[in-house]
């Protein structure tokens, strides 16, 4: 079992930039795709990024594309989230996720995560 804790949530402007960082441990971070979902108050839980366990591959949902970059540190077990041009639609709870098994085929659904952070809240204002 891996333990997730996300940080670097917090209130920025429209337009503005933000880092969110994930802190894995637990389990051999490095064997797993990560991925960043969120949910947005009264919506179901979304995709919004992955990243395969070597660093290779990166997804991400077109509401982000071109706005968005995920990455990861493994020697620091660590996946981030930078986040650019904030609009006032990114307002809600991120949340990192691990893979249920190592090192295969980046996933984009929530169902094939096993292992969830707490959440840190990003609201971005006009």
């Known amino acids: 079992q891996v333990q997730l804790v996300e940080s670097g949530g917090g209130l920025v402007q429209a337009g503005a930039s933000l880092t969110l960082s994930c802190a894995a441990s637990?389990?051999?971070?490095?064997?797993?795709?990560m991925g960043w979902f969120r949910q947005a108050p009264g919506k179901e839980r979304e995709f919004v990024a992955a990243?395969?366990?070597?660093?290779?591959?990166?997804y991400y949902a077109d509401s982000v594309k071109g706005r968005f970059t995920i990455s990861r540190d493994n020697a620091k077990n660590t996946v981030y989230l930078q986040m650019n041009s904030l609009k006032l639609e990114d307002t809600a709870v991120y949340y990192c996720?691990?893979?249920?098994?190592?090192?295969?085929?980046?996933?984009?659904?929530?169902?094939?995560?096993?292992?969830w952070g707490q959440g840190t809240q990003v609201t971005v204002s006009s």
């Open positions: 990243i395969s366990w070597s660093g290779t591959y990166t």
């Open positions: 996720a691990s893979d249920s098994r190592p090192g295969r085929r980046v996933a984009v659904i929530l169902s094939e995560y096993a292992c």
């Open positions: 637990g389990r051999t971070f490095s064997s797993y795709n």
